[in-house]
């Protein structure tokens, strides 16, 4: 006679028809699909995040060290105040050259002029003091920010005025960074 081939799951207590009727029921196929699909959603949440993280640490880090790598002023960017050692993204910096009804000219330290346009929402600022538009005198030093227009004028929104330039004054030049 032939014995038959015994398998070893029918001896073990688990295998009991209850069990694994529930192990294929549409129910649990359920529950597992939305298990599967909420672990990748937060398996890819926390890529995400990770990501995001490295590149923000990265563009805080590049931004910090922005003039030290790519040769602006050391230490703060008022330093050797001619203009030329500022970012120019919606202002300018520089002395005022002249004054007429709407605005003034601005002189930059590489010569460029620039007419900037003084608006009733303009803040003037000297110190912790408001100025007004007649406050403004020639030769002050200010820093403009504002509003970039086509016909090349920038409308005023923050003026400081840091006043006229001191005496002439024998600054020794800054050490090199040797990193």
């Known amino acids: ?35 599967i699909a909420l672990a990748s959603a937060l398996l890819i949440f926390q890529l995400g995040m990770y990501v995001g993280f490295r590149k923000a640490s990265f563009s805080y880090g590049w931004g910090n060290n922005y003039n030290q790598v790519f040769g602006g ?17 919606h202002g300018t910096a520089g002395t ?29 600022i000297k110190g912790r003091t408001r100025l007004g538009p007649s406050d403004l005198r020639i030769d002050d030093r200010v820093t403009v920010i504002g509003q970039p227009q086509n016909n090349g004028t920038v409308n005023a929104e923050i003026i400081r005025v840091f006043g006229a330039p001191p005496a002439t004054v024998n600054v020794p030049p800054a050490p090199t960074l040797n990193y």
């Open 96 to 124: 005022i050259a002249s004054i007429s009804g709407d605005g003034f000219v601005i002189k930059g330290g590489d010569g460029v002029e620039k007419m900037i346009i003084v608006t009733a929402k303009t803040s003037i």
């Open 1 to 35: 006679m032939d014995t038959p081939i015994k398998n070893e799951d029918q001896h073990s207590p688990a295998a009991s028809p209850v069990v694994s009727s529930f192990f294929r029921s549409r129910r649990f196929g359920l529950a597992l699909k939305i298990f």
């Open 73 to 89: 002023p050391a230490g703060d960017l008022t330093r050797g105040f001619s203009g030329k050692d500022m970012m120019n993204g």
